[in-house]
């Protein structure tokens, strides 16, 4: 049935409203009416779901490698490699659950089934924690350490936080996408609308964290463990049922199968008409679906591009594939629809955007490391009150919720006012390029900082291992420049891979930014061991040894300012050189009706 009639027959049993235009769905199926799905009601919900289940995971995650060390007695060493292979873990569960959203379960139901995983391992962690492992009672804190444990309850610690894993890493890419697929881009309201919810979307997620870093990290540095995994546990439940609580309101679309076979059959049918002739200008003769089906499997058609020319040889129509249309049969190992080829092309494009976005994770990843141990070597005391050295974060959260308001209140209207195009702002890819000039200056900030630090370190005493007369509050610029460059890098990069994925692998997008977060921590773990070994010589410490009044860590910030210098320069190139998706927005049935879409 066209897409028109459906959506008319459901105004009709509704009494009231518009369908959606981008193939969206309601609980039961059926085309989804604007008046009654979706926006705002139903992306408020996700933003407070996603503020809630951040602060649970945070809650375990930002002091796990204490726990490791105080309640476990694992090493320094051991502890940090158990949190890298655990958080390693996180961001490959996030490809799993991309799949399955994109493929099987649509994003609903990926949400909410990792969700509950998610749950039940914060529950069996709080238990444990409980009844078993924080023995003596009040164990755990910086000056009591717990005693042994057996091995079935160092086991079920273990199930606990890889349950945990598998529940956040799989939840998280879909929660975002989930949250835009709220608002229909082809509406110029709703699609504005869109856009800001990466914003909010990011902020929710930082100000969880913030109550983390803070208030439960407060109480699990005192050997409050059980509090704090069960007030975690109860945010999780919270954001579950909130979650939950708002399914009828959702919009959704459908599944699309496995993107695997799609892709590897595009890949055959081409290299099966490596030798066919093709016609300068062909694109009528490439195979595409009936015009009536307004979609593929609730999906939007892409639209054919230029490039990657030889995969268009998957979509020609060959005389073979003529006799085998006449059978009533098509071979889609030989015949590909063009927007099936589109697919692999738009995957292809992205894939030097991602590989640039790398380096600037790099950056990112060293609020948990270096700046930790920079500012443990600063002077860390007003009066008698002793600021944790990681707490400085909290600069970076402060500087997002800033940067978010006056890029969303300020920035962005003032560049509309300038440009000459209808379009909104900056576009994602100029305010990526934007949060890469922004980390090349947090990252000189925190070299000058660290030379500022050497110099007065060195004037009271070059070898000894105290903290210098320089205050750690000088690293709030560095901090504020971090999260800065987030607002215009991660929450660019969230609305651009969201936008130019097709409909079946937005989930997919998102856990691409998920993986450069995470090949960031392995590039940058690279980078010290490399920069360590060379630097390191008979009679030198090199950049960054154990004690870092005699080494040069400011050398190591001012490399990684180069280095993001040398990836801005591949990156403007990458940009100009990618061309953006193009979906067919409406289905044509008549020219005087209205269009609608399924």
């Not at 979307?201 to 439960?216: D, H, P, Q, V």
């Not at 092309?345 to 991602?354: A, M, S, V, Y």
């Amino acid at each position: 049935m066209a897409c028109l009639q459906v959506c008319k027959e459901d105004k009709f049993k509704e009494g009231e409203g518009e369908c959606t235009f981008d193939g969206t769905v309601d609980w039961h199926g059926r085309p989804a009416i604007k008046a009654k799905s979706g926006q705002w009601a139903a992306g408020i919900i996700i933003l407070l779901n996603q503020g809630l289940a951040t602060l649970a995971f945070f809650g375990v995650g930002v002091n796990l490698v204490l726990f490791l060390t105080r309640v476990l007695q694992q090493s320094n060493a051991d502890a940090a490699n158990n949190v890298s292979k655990w958080t390693g873990t996180v961001y490959i569960f996030s490809l799993v659950g991309a799949f399955l959203s994109d493929s099987y379960w649509g994003r609903y139901k990926t949400c909410a089934v990792f969700q509950v995983i998610f749950v039940i391992g914060l529950v069996i962690l709080s238990l444990a924690s409980h009844l078993f492992l924080i023995r003596p009672k009040g164990c755990g804190d910086e000056l009591t350490p717990c005693g042994s444990h057996s091995s079935m309850e160092v086991s079920l610690f273990y199930l606990s936080i890889y349950l945990i894993a598998l529940g956040n890493g799989g939840y998280q890419p879909n929660i975002a996408t989930f949250g835009a697929d709220q608002f229909d881009e082809d509406d110029p309201r709703e699609g504005y609308s869109k856009v800001a919810f990466f914003s909010y979307f990011y902020l929710a997620l930082n100000l969880g964290s913030l109550f983390s870093n803070t208030i439960l990290g407060y109480f699990e540095d005192e050997g409050m463990w059980a509090l704090g995994f069960w007030m975690s546990a109860g945010s999780a439940f919270a954001a579950l049922v909130l979650f939950l609580g708002g399914t009828a309101r959702y919009r959704h679309f459908k599944p699309s199968g496995n993107p695997l076979s799609r892709f590897g059959q595009v890949i055959i049918a081409a290299m099966k008409k490596c030798r066919v002739e093709m016609p300068p200008d062909g694109e009528e003769e490439l195979y595409d679906v009936d015009r009536k089906d307004c979609s593929m499997n609730g999906n939007r058609k892409i639209l054919h591009t230029d490039g990657f020319k030889f995969l268009d040889r998957a979509a020609f129509i060959s005389s073979r594939d003529i006799d085998d249309q006449k059978r009533g049969c098509r071979n889609p190992w030989r015949l590909c629809p063009i927007t099936q080829v589109e697919e692999v092309k738009c995957i292809l494009r992205l894939l030097p955007i991602w590989l640039c976005t790398i380096i600037y994770s790099v950056v990112f990843t060293q609020m948990a490391s270096l700046f930790v141990e920079q500012g443990a070597a600063m002077k860390t005391t007003i009066s008698n009150f002793k600021i944790p050295p990681a707490s400085m974060s909290t600069f970076d959260i402060l500087s997002v919720a800033f940067f978010i308001f006056l890029y969303r209140r300020v920035l962005d209207p003032l560049v509309s006012s300038f440009k000459q195009t209808s379009s909104k702002g900056l576009t994602e890819l100029q305010r990526m390029g934007v949060g890469l000039v922004i980390a090349i200056m947090a990252m000189v900030s925190a070299g000058l900082v660290e030379c500022y630090r050497l110099k007065y370190a060195r004037k009271d005493c070059k070898h000894c291992e105290g903290s210098s007369s320089l205050s750690i509050f000088w690293q709030a610029p560095q901090y504020a420049l971090i999260g800065a460059s987030e607002v215009f890098m991660y929450v660019g990069q969230l609305e651009f891979f969201n936008a130019q994925t097709p409909d079946g692998l937005k989930s997919f997008g998102s856990a691409l930014c998920m993986t450069s977060i995470s090949l960031g921590n392995y590039v940058s773990s690279l980078l010290v061991t490399m920069v360590v070994k060379i630097s390191t010589e008979d009679h030198m410490p090199g950049w960054i040894p154990g004690n870092l009044n005699t080494g040069h860590l400011d050398r190591f910030y001012f490399l990684l300012a180069g280095l993001t210098t040398i990836d801005l320069v591949v990156y403007m190139a990458c940009a100009r050189w990618y061309k953006s998706i193009k979906l067919e927005k409406k289905c044509e049935e008549n020219d005087h009706e209205e269009n609608f879409r399924v």
